[in-house]
Nanobody, 120 residues
Framework: VQLQASGGGLVQAGGSLRLSCAAS???????MGWYRQAPGKQRELVAA???????MYVDSVKGRFTISGDNAKKTVYLRMNSLQPEDTAVYYC????????????????WGQGTQVTVSS
């Protein structure tokens, strides 16, 4: 499995970015997710597509971020609106995870990460 993340950058607070994660070697985009890791903090789940096709989000991004995907292209996107300085982190895509309303388990496959920096 190979995951190629792109779309990060520097944006002012209130701005938007769209991240993309192109996958190869997977059967479907279900079970893929986006994680982020800020300096000095643990990596955290941001959003995921469950194996049933539902989407889930960490509370801090609900209403601002949208995860979507194109199964034919094996690509998952993360649209990020109303970005805030606290969203600054390296964003990673992940494949092969298990997600539901009560649990989340990352898969073993990770992309290389893309930096998102939000200035105030």
């Amino acid at each position: 499995v190979q995951l190629q993340a792109s779309g990060g950058g520097l944006v002012q607070a209130g701005g938007s970015l769209r991240l993309s994660c192109a996958a190869s070697g997977i059967g479907s985009i279900y079970g893929m997710g986006w994680y982020r890791q800020a300096p000095g903090k643990q990596r955290e789940l941001v959003a995921a597509i469950t194996r049933g096709g539902d989407t889930m989000y960490v509370d801090s991004v609900k209403g601002r971020f949208t995860i979507s995907g194109d199964n034919a292209k094996k690509t998952v996107y993360l649209r990020m609106n109303s970005l805030q300085p606290e969203d600054t982190a390296v964003y990673y895509c992940n494949a092969g995870g298990l997600y539901s309303a009560t649990y989340s388990y990352a898969g073993h496959s990770w992309g290389q990460g893309t930096q998102v920096t939000v200035s105030s």
